[in-house]
């Protein structure tokens, strides 16, 4: 039990070959996909909003 939660605490997630293999989809189509990020409002407690990507 203390593995399986220091494993998911410390672990580096999976490679492209893992999440292609996962998806059914071969690897350059998954590193083939532009990233795209936008900036968008996060309403904080006080009233106040904050930009982020």
Known sequence: MIQWLLDLIFSRGHDVAELARRLDMP???ITGVKR???EFPIRKRNGKTR???
């Open 27 to 29: 690897r350059d189509r």
């Open 36 to 38: 795209e990020y936008r």
């Open 51 to 53: 930009m982020t990507l």
